[in-house]
């Protein structure tokens, strides 16, 4: 068995032990790469569910605004009616009442 010189020996540790951190280093880039594109498609996922429940919400508020409008307009419509009606039904005594008010009164 030829002896190796000690200085060679420790060169080619040296040299294998540079190559397996190379290689650990170029592992750990491939994985922090890897991780930086799971990020990124699960923000983009975030963002898109974000969006879709931030419009559900909108058009949810949306509906019940316009509900809620469609039952104001109604309640007011149904309300205009029977103050038109009331109106109507006092209309001759404020007619009279008017008269009685302008025109004096004539003692017979």
Do not use: C
Not at 47 to 59: F, I, K, W
Not at 74 to 96: I, M, P, T
Request: aromatic residues 2%; glycine residues 4%.
């Amino acid at each position: 068995m030829p002896d190796v010189n000690p200085l060679v020996a420790i060169r080619d540790q040296e040299r294998a032990l540079a190559q397996k951190i190379r290689a650990a280093q170029e592992r750990a880039t491939a994985r922090i790469a890897d991780a930086r594109a799971r990020a990124d498609a699960l923000k983009q996922t975030a963002e898109r569910e974000g969006v879709r429940d931030a419009d559900a919400l909108y058009q949810a508020g949306l509906e019940r605004a316009r509900a809620q409008a469609g039952e104001i307009e109604k309640n007011g419509q149904a309300q205009s009616v029977a103050r038109a009606d009331a109106g109507r039904a006092h209309l001759a005594r404020a007619v009279e009442s008017i008269i009685a008010f302008v025109l004096p009164r004539v003692e017979k």
